[in-house]
């Protein structure tokens, strides 16, 4: 579960004032409690290392949004010129949350949209224009035939798919 008060990235700071000279931080890594943040972070600090300006994410069963608005706030701070977001969930009240999250970004280099919609027909939308990353919790709500689909689905709708680490099962 992530929190929306973690998702905040700190700008430019002043370390050091000398003879009229600013010397100035790069931005740290928000924090982020989701199991996923390490390797979003990690793809959008590899896409940037390769001179990527633009960038396209999708976050499928994405509830209040909260993961795919730290994300874009982080490309942003390392220097992407154009992020486009889109998040899909079922829920509305939790799209809801979203779209009022996402009015607070008032930055014209980020197009953040959240729709309702099933997440798996999504995956299906976004294979003719496979988006950059797409985030997702894998096929844990889904067996069998239909597990496959949706991950065959899911690889073809992005560069990189970044899916919930199966958590450990504790024996009783």
């Known amino acids: ?3 929306a008060a973690e998702h905040t990235i700190d700008g430019p700071s002043c370390l050091h004032r000398s003879a009229r000279k600013r010397i100035v931080a790069a931005p740290r890594r928000p924090r982020c409690r989701d199991t996923r943040w390490p390797e979003v972070a990690a793809t959008l600090a590899a896409l940037r290392a390769a001179k990527r300006c633009s960038v396209r994410i999708v976050d499928v069963d994405c509830g209040a949004g909260t993961l795919l608005l730290c994300a874009v706030r982080f490309a942003r701070a390392l220097g992407f ?3 486009e977001a ?3 969930d079922a829920a509305p009240t939790l ?8 009015a607070a ?3 014209p280099a980020i197009g953040i949209i959240f729709e309702r919609g099933d997440p798996v027909a999504a995956l299906g939308a976004e294979c003719d224009f496979p988006a950059d990353i797409v985030l997702w919790h894998g096929c844990d ?3 069998g035939e239909a597990a496959v689909r949706a991950e065959r689905t899911a690889l073809c709708a ?3 798919v970044i899916a919930d680490h199966p958590s450990p099962r504790i024996a009783a």
Not at 95 to 102: E, K, L, P
């Open 95 to 102: 799209i809801g949350r979203a779209r009022v999250a996402a």
């Open 158 to 160: 992005g560069h990189a």
């Open 86 to 88: 889109r998040g899909i």
């Open 141 to 143: 709500r889904t067996h």
């Open 81 to 83: 010129t154009a992020i």
């Open 1 to 3: 579960m992530t929190y």
């Open 105 to 107: 970004v008032r930055d």
